[in-house]
């Protein structure tokens, strides 16, 4: 399964408002708690997660380097950072799959169409008199 990024995120968050992630970013920041912060505030999230698991990710390849010796202290670092790389991962992809079900919920609203006016009635037809005429 497939999950969105943050940077994916992002653009679909800029796409909804229509405008830079910075620029909704300081926005937010003089508005009450809405809709928008709440998506900013998961997008952090993912963010942070995804570094998480760049970290622990570099953490595990220089364990494990070809030149390295693995002994018995390595081998608790080894389980230590595989258990935080896979908490990571799995925030990751909680905090992706929350962000992009909200973000699917959602819908820019287009400018609706001016409105119609209601269709003008015939003008009444003139009363044709029933009277003969001389």
């Known amino acids: 399964m497939s999950h969105l990024t943050s940077t994916e995120i992002a653009g679909r968050i800029e796409d909804l408002y229509g405008a830079p992630l910075a ?10 708690p809405g809709m928008l912060s709440a998506l900013l505030g998961m997008h952090d999230d993912l963010v942070l997660a995804e ?3 760049d970290v622990h990710r570099d953490c595990l390849a220089r364990l494990v380097h070809p030149e390295r010796q693995i002994g018995r202290h390595e081998v608790s670092h080894l389980l230590d950072g595989s258990r935080r790389l896979a908490e990571a ?9 929350s962000v992009a079900a909200v973000l699917q919920s959602l819908a820019r609203v287009a400018p609706s169409p001016p409105a119609a006016s209601p269709p003008v009635p015939a003008p009444p037809r003139p009363v044709q008199s029933t009277a ?3």
């Not at 620029?23 to 009450?32: C, F, K, S, T, V």
């Open 23 to 32: 620029d909704l970013e300081a926005h937010a920041q003089d508005q009450p």
């Open 51 to 53: 570094r998480s698991i």
């Open 89 to 97: 991962v799995a925030v990751r992809d909680v905090q992706a799959k």
């Open 132 to 134: 003969h005429s001389r």
